[in-house]
């Protein structure tokens, strides 16, 4: 019996349904040369990622991209999955675009004021499943 491997790649479906199930993920622009890393809460919407932000570095530095990483993963004892999004940011700014945002429910984790909506509209979606065990033996 051939063993399964412990790595499995996802279809872009099972990407989307994993990212849907989960609100924490990090979003990856640069600043220059600089890369920065954020943890942001999110929903998808249409097959897009949905985040809310303040002003400050985190939407300047992904503004200022014409594209994005995002990651977002989970795990439990016996199994866990990581999903990327390659894409291009947007800034939502006409009222039809802010009032299908608002529809999303996408609440902040903090107590802070967060008024820019911003969606990434993928242009590549990759993952992958981890089934956890111990190292294979020598043979």
Known sequence: M????????????????????????????????????????????????????????KLVSTLFNDRVLFEADDHNLVEGWSVIVRGV???LETPDEIA?????????????????????LPKEISGRRFVFGSEPEDM
Do not use: H, M
């Not at 299908?100 to 990434?120: C, D, F, H, M, P």
């Open 2 to 57: 051939v063993p399964q491997s412990p790595v499995s790649v996802l279809s872009e479906d099972e990407c989307w349904q994993l990212l849907s199930s989960v609100t924490l993920g990090r979003l990856v622009s640069t600043i220059g040369t600089r890369l920065e890393i954020f943890p942001v809460n999110f929903v998808v919407q249409r097959r897009t990622v949905l985040f809310r932000t303040a002003e400050g570095t």
């Open 89 to 91: 940011p947007q800034l």
């Open 100 to 120: 299908e945002a608002e529809r999303a429910q996408l609440l902040s984790w903090i107590g802070t004021t967060k008024r820019r909506y911003v969606r990434i």
